[in-house]
């Protein structure tokens, strides 16, 4: 009797035991099917976000280099689904690339230190042909996809049409760049300003210093300028200076030359690799050619039309000396062309 109660018993705890672990596995069937609906529901509000955004997500295999995914809106961006764009290869697409990390580096050196591991965070804008060979550019921003083991075996990003921005700042660039040449010009008669002139001298100055070569100076003046205006009128005068301006410009063709107006009816000319021989020759013709424009000046002592003035100097820079030196001897020869009485050219130590 003692041991069918015992029997009995045992199987009691055997049958509690058991309902205990079918409630226990009722219980994780009902959290896995938990699991599987948020899990459904993630990837369902994932999905909707992914194909209603305007930007592109995506997971790219490096083994491969094909898309686990990519979201429809890519149709959008470039014209092309993501199964033509894995068919095509996406760099096809790539006309240029402007990336944030590694300048200079072409898309094939980009795309092997991706593979390896070596980029992490990455950035970059693409300017891209779409399907209807419309250009667009597009932002890339995407971070290394890693195996269990830590290994880089991708990569996960968002590609964003930033073609709106890349043209803003193709305008502001535009704007930036007019900006700084109205900085650097005279307003009336569109030569360099004083500004302009006093850095380019500098600069000059110092490469002619080092390559031992010659340097030299045009100051000229107007003759008789403010009669001129006193005559004429102020209109009359801008005239005239824009004019006087655009003939020093035809005789100073050199890209390396620089016309500008020094002040008043004043204007400089710098001759870089230019002796004083030479520096003498371009400040004849420019005397010639503003006689030749034939601006009537019957006021003037010099003759019927308009003339100039012209101071001419020129040394090879060296170390002791500056720019202000050869400004000084331009700005004395001007003033011994003048006390001479006009309409004529003197260099530094030796009249022309």
């Known amino acids: 009797m003692s041991d069918e109660k015992k029997s009995r018993r045992e199987l009691v705890e055997e049958l509690a035991l058991l309902r205990r672990r079918v409630i226990e596995l009722e219980n994780l069937q009902e959290n896995h099917r938990r699991v599987e609906e948020a899990l459904r529901e993630s990837e369902e509000r994932f999905r909707f976000m992914a194909e209603t955004t305007g930007d592109v997500l995506y997971q790219l295999r490096y083994d491969s280099m094909k898309y686990d995914y990519m979201s429809p809106s890519i149709v959008k961006l470039t014209g092309h689904s993501p199964e033509e764009i894995d068919a095509v290869g996406f760099r096809k697409l790539i006309v240029s690339i402007e990336d944030h990390g590694e300048k200079n580096l072409s898309m094939e050196a980009i ?3 991706r593979q390896d591991g070596k980029t992490g965070e990455y950035h970059a804008d693409y300017r891209v042909q779409t399907k209807s060979g419309e250009e667009k550019w597009l932002g890339d921003h995407s971070f290394p ?10 990569s996960v990003g968002i590609l964003t049409d930033i073609t709106r921005r890349k043209k803003m ?5 535009e704007l930036n760049r007019k900006l700084e040449r109205l900085a650097t010009l005279d307003g009336l008669t569109r030569v360099a300003n004083r500004r302009s002139l006093d850095r380019f001298l500098d600069l000059e100055w110092r490469r002619t210093r080092r390559e031992r070569a010659p340097m030299a100076l045009i100051l000229s003046d107007i003759d ?13 005068g801008d005239d005239c ?3 006087v301006a655009t003939a020093i410009k035809e005789c100073a063709k050199r890209p390396m030359d620089l016309v500008a107006r ?3 009816e004043e204007f400089a000319v710098v001759l870089p690799n230019t002796n004083a021989d030479g520096a003498v020759h371009i400040a004849e013709t420019i005397c010639r050619e503003v006689e030749n424009l034939r ?3 019957p006021e003037s002592s010099t003759g019927e039309f308009l003339t100039l003035s012209c101071g001419v100097a020129a040394m090879v820079p060296r170390e002791e000396s500056t720019p202000e030196a050869l400004v ?3 700005d004395e020869a001007l003033y011994e062309a003048k006390k001479q009485g006009r309409n004529r050219v003197v260099l530094k130590d030796r009249g022309r």
């Open 111 to 113: 795309a092997k230190n």
């Open 145 to 154: 996809l890693r195996d269990s083991s830590g290994q880089v075996i991708g």
């Open 169 to 173: 700042e193709a305008k502001l660039r």
């Open 224 to 236: 008789h300028f403010k009669l001129y205006n006193d005559t004429y009128g102020h209109l009359a």
């Open 241 to 243: 200076l824009r004019a």
């Open 262 to 264: 020094y002040g008043g």
């Open 295 to 297: 601006v009537r000046h």
């Open 328 to 330: 000084a001897a331009a």
